[in-house]
Structure formats: C-alpha cells, structure tokens
C-alpha cells in the first residue's frame, strides 16, 4: 500500500499530539484565525473585494426574498431543479442572472478579494467568492491538463468529526467516501490531496465554527477562511463504523507561501 504513516518529530502518533494526561484537546495557538495585515493588497485586489462585497450582498436578498429568487429562477431555470437547497438556488441566480459570481475559474492557492478571518453563513457564498466551488462536498479540485488531479480547497464542517487537534497551524482532516459503510477509496478528493503533497502543493482551508451572533440568519455557525496549509502526510484507520478511512495531516503554510 503506497499510503504509509510517517512518523512524526516526537514520534507520537497525530491523534495523541496536543493533549493532556486527561485526554482533553490542548490549544498551544493564542487564536483560531490570524489575520493577513502583512500581505502587499494591490488595487486589483481591492477591486475584487468590492465585487464580492456586492455579490455577496446580492446573494443574502435573494436570501431574504424568496419571492424574487422563485421568479428569477424560473425565469433562468424554466422550474427546472427546484428540489435544491434554496441557498444553492440562490447562489446560482446570483452568477446566471447577473453575472456576479467572482473568481470563477478553479485555482489552486489564495483567492484575489479574499484574506485570512473573513467569514461567510453559506456554503454558496463560498462558491461565490471562489474558496471552495463545491456545494456538498469537503474537498474540491481541478484537473490538470495531464489529467493529474489537485485539491484546491477543503472545509471543515465538522459533520464526520474531521479534527483530532483544533488548532490554527493544523488539522487532520478525515477523506471522502460515498458511502460509510464502505472502506474509503485514494480516488477523487482523497487521491487529489495525496497528490497535493507529492507535488508540495498548498490547499485553501475553510472551518465551520460556532458564532451566536448569526442567529438571525436561521443558524449559529458561520465559515472562516483560516489560509494557506500544507498536505505533510497521510494514513489509514478504522472509522466510527470499522470501515477504513482515509486521514490527511495539514500544516499552515509558511508566511511566504501564503
């Protein structure tokens, strides 16, 4: 089996790493997110942000006004579809009807428009701004013109438990699979983040933490773009159900590679 678990500096195991004799998770990080005040922004940066500013602004009417996102998609989809979710409608609308879905094309690396601890309530807004384009699923990726496969961007929802350390400069984060009651496979996202760290390549990260304060938007969860991580190794376990599952460690990228 290519997938071998490398050993780490302290030659313990990821799953022990940042814990106490009692078992509870330790924190050694003085905050979740930090911010990016050091990166050069430039005017077309700027420029960009007010796009996603107004894109985003439009997204959350649409939000609030179901009636003209039922008539724009209907005008726009011909009633086709109308079992999705109604923040992935809207975020369709917003691209197809007004053209303003921002950074569109997948890429690998920090987004224009976007810094470290901006925070978002849907997961369309993250398609918006071009994150995470993936509505669903945790990883997203792109194909090369080789037809090698790179992820782009994964989030932490925390739906299949994905972090053994909560903190800001790592994460093992728990692979994809269709199905959990079947051993998880080194295709698609999984093989995309393996390929990740063959080749050195950094993955956009994104987490769903608690936020009281969004209430009034009909959740208390918000996702906070947390940066640049790097893929530094990956294994197999037995999951929740006794099936094998992939697990992949990541590290914050250094301050240049961000």
């Known amino acids: 089996m290519a997938a071998l678990r490398q050993k780490l500096g302290n030659g313990k195991s990821s799953s022990k790493l940042n814990r106490a004799k009692d078992g509870k998770r330790v924190i050694p990080c003085k905050g979740l997110f930090r911010d990016d005040k050091e990166k050069p922004f430039t005017a077309k940066w700027y420029e960009t942000r007010r796009n996603i500013k107004k894109a985003l602004s439009f997204y959350r009417e649409l939000l609030d006004n179901k009636q003209l996102l039922n008539k724009l998609w209907q005008e726009h989809e011909n009633g086709r579809n109308w079992g999705l979710k109604v923040h992935i409608r809207a975020a369709k609308v917003v691209v197809r009807t007004m053209g303003k879905w921002v950074n569109t094309s997948k890429q690998i690396g920090p987004i224009s428009g976007t810094k470290i601890g901006d925070h978002?309530?849907?997961?369309?807004?993250?398609?918006?701004?071009?994150?995470?384009?993936?509505?669903?699923?945790?990883?997203?990726?792109?194909?090369?013109?080789?037809?090698?496969?790179?992820?782009?961007?994964?989030?932490?929802?925390?739906?299949?438990?994905?972090?053994?350390?909560?903190?800001?400069?790592?994460?093992?984060?728990?692979?994809?699979?269709?199905?959990?009651?079947?051993?998880?496979?080194?295709?698609?996202?999984?093989?995309?983040?393996?390929?990740?760290?063959?080749?050195?390549?950094?993955?956009?990260?994104?987490?769903?933490?608690?936020d009281d304060g969004s209430g009034d938007r009909g959740c208390n969860y918000k996702f906070v773009y947390d940066g640049l991580f790097c893929v530094t190794e990956y294994w197999k376990e037995k999951g929740k159900f006794g099936?094998?599952?992939?697990?992949?460690?990541?590290?914050?990228?250094e301050e240049g590679d961000r």
């Open 243 to 253: 099936k094998e599952i992939y697990k992949f460690l990541l590290r914050k990228c």
């Open 120 to 210: 978002f309530y849907w997961r369309g807004e993250l398609s918006i701004v071009g994150l995470h384009h993936e509505f669903q699923r945790g990883i997203d990726y792109m194909k090369l013109i080789n037809g090698k496969i790179l992820a782009t961007s994964i989030v932490d929802s925390g739906r299949y438990h994905n972090v053994d350390e909560f903190c800001s400069d790592k994460l093992a984060y728990c692979g994809e699979g269709d199905n959990p009651n079947k051993d998880q496979k080194l295709v698609r996202g999984n093989l995309a983040l393996k390929n990740n760290m063959d080749d050195k390549m950094p993955v956009r990260v994104i987490r769903k933490v608690n």
